[in-house]
DNA sequence: ATGAAAGCGCTAACAG
DNA sequence: CTGTTAGCGCTTTCAT
């Protein structure tokens, strides 16, 4: 800026105002500067202005990831999720500073960019078991958008799905294709599942089934996840006719195993999902799914943390949940 | 930081040089302050000591997207790139500031993160038909790695895998699988595809087999890419008995419309993909394809990137491309 | 071992 | 309309 002061014989102050567009510098002056600025292929640095201004358009977004098994950032729900956020916050004018952190630093480590004033709030893409330690983040005051489940005591802002309708929803569907022996994969020790279970549960009471706990197989959210809990089902020796699997990565990884193991979809077992990542519509066969809104949802937690930076309130939201019947649990009913 | 100097009754730079752990200061001095800070959730403002210390710890990751078509973020393979090269970002200690913008603007926007002081260098994924201006930063100075096809006159740096080869190998295993009316799917005015033509037509040729574009589709890396594809194909009319797709999104798209048209893949249609996503291997049929190693292209573009930023010279390079034989274009031969 | 002071690149009173 | 000056939060000589 000085270089450029120079060069067009004013202050710096004038350069920034030309740059600026302030009202206040006079045309001519202005156009000089702006075309030697262009020129320089000169722009204002951002970290001295946010540093004079207060200010900061930087948004973070964490995907914690467990250190015992999650390696690598694969699974496609997560990714999509980042996909939309990247468009909803680009859309807002806001940079997203992407950063993995392990669940076991996410006490520590989740707020540094915060406190050192790199971002001015930040998104969580799931929970991961640390309830407590978002709660105290947000007892701190620091602008905290979560996705996840909403749980009892949450002093964060959490935006999710309606999982326990979510889970009855699937569950009626496969109760409503004659199927009795219907499987459930996914970790209680999780919020949503848990929360997925329930409604499970809730459906099945209603049609006065037992649930069988053997037929419940806990597995985490990974590729292995489908493969491990039909190995483990079928190790069990206990008859089944259905899966419900807590994300569509789980269910299509099943799916493969099942194939692999000579049972048909849906004949022999009918599966649903969870999530309707895109993937599910030209998966064989075509998943049935209870859709999160991903894109929505993208939307809401950035809205959500905009709404928390201003100072606003934000209350959790429940973002509704739909069935979207297509071919692995049979026909519509 | 002048709180904290305050309540330990130092001066701010006895606060600094403390937080820095210099050993220029007293022990208990330290631990005083190191506690004070910590119990006040104090961190440096990283964006203050960038602009002293004139340094920086963020590069920046771009994934362009086409204004026209590509609305949203969801290919799974770029999904994939995201994911790797946070990885590998965070391994290495950077942060990663990641922003979306439309290829035409790619020329004007995509240094403005780098002019402006918040990056220090610069990934982009893919070349988007940007070749020209991608070299315009370059030359410029400014430090770029680019995910893509290496061109002639290319003065970025380029990290790619061998795409001819790549074509070559998918073409050959379909004509070792017996196949001879091979359609292509792929945008040919991008590099990549066009260099995996290259490869798919010295395959035909060293067979004497006489490409017939009849046989070649353009369509863009979308999910309705394949979709589409295989509509034109069917509505030209001509025979064919497989298919070397340019992607696996593409293949898979392509598949799942070829079934909804009756087709049987693979005894009908033989298909073969490109880029070997993690879904590849739980899709049904599972996926023949060309691997690109997704992992390893984003730890080089990170590596070129930081050798590029330490003024070292930075030549492209081209990852060698290797066939995954599944199921989809039958057994292996 | 610590403090005073200058300055990183920028903006906003305040004068003129 | 434009320049002077002070200061955003930090680090680093240079003194002491």
């Known amino acids: 800026m000085a ?29 000089r500067i702006l075309e030697l600025a262009a020129s320089l292929k000169y722009s204002i640095n951002i970290g001295a202005q946010n540093l004079r201004l207060r200010q900061n ?19 496609p729900f997560l990714l999509t999720m980042l996909g939309s956020l990247a468009d909803a916050l680009t859309e807002q004018g806001f940079d997203m500073l992407f950063s993995r952190i392990a669940t076991d630093e996410l006490g520590t480590a989740l707020a540094a960019p915060f406190d050192s004033g790199r971002v001015i709030g930040v998104i969580v893409v799931g929970q991961w ?9 947000a007892a701190r005051k620091v602008p905290i958008a979560v996705w996840g489940a909403q749980l009892p005591q949450q002093l964060y802002c959490c ?43 809730a459906a099945l009471e209603r049609h006065g089934i037992d649930a069988d706990p053997q037929l419940q197989v806990s597995c985490p959210f990974l590729p292995s996840g489908g493969r491990d809990a039909v190995t483990t089902l079928l190790g069990r020796g206990v008859p089944f006719d259905a899966v419900f699997a807590c994300s569509d990565l789980l269910a299509m990884t099943a799916i493969d195993s099942l194939r692999a193991h000579g049972r048909r979809v849906p004949e022999d077992v009918a599966v649903v999902g969870y999530d309707d990542i895109e993937q599910s519509s030209y998966f064989h066969p075509r ?13 809401a937690l950035v809205a959500k943390l905009l709404a928390l930076i201003d100072g606003a309130p934000a209350p959790s939201v429940e973002l509704p949940t739909e069935l979207v019947v297509r071919a692995s649990a049979g026909e519509a009913s």
Chains 1, 2 share one sequence.
């Open 287 to 299: 998943l049935t799914t209870v859709r999160q809104p991903i894109g929505a949802a993208a939307q």
């Open 159 to 201: 935006v999710g799905s309606d999982n326990v309708s979510g889970g009855r929803l699937a569950t009626e569907h496969l109760l409503a294709q004659g199927r009795r022996r219907i499987a459930f994969l996914g970790d209680l020790d999780l919020p949503e599942p848990a929360q997925r279970y329930r409604g499970y549960r």
């Open 3 to 31: 270089d450029i002061a120079r060069l067009a014989g004013v202050s710096t102050a004038t350069v920034s105002r030309a740059l600026n567009h302030s009202p206040l510098v006079n045309e001519e002056t202005r156009n």
């Open 57 to 75: 358009r930087t948004i973070g977004v964490v995907i914690p990831f467990d250190r015992k098994s999650h390696q690598h950032l694969t699974d």
């Open 129 to 137: 078991g640390r309830h407590q330690e978002l709660n105290e983040l």
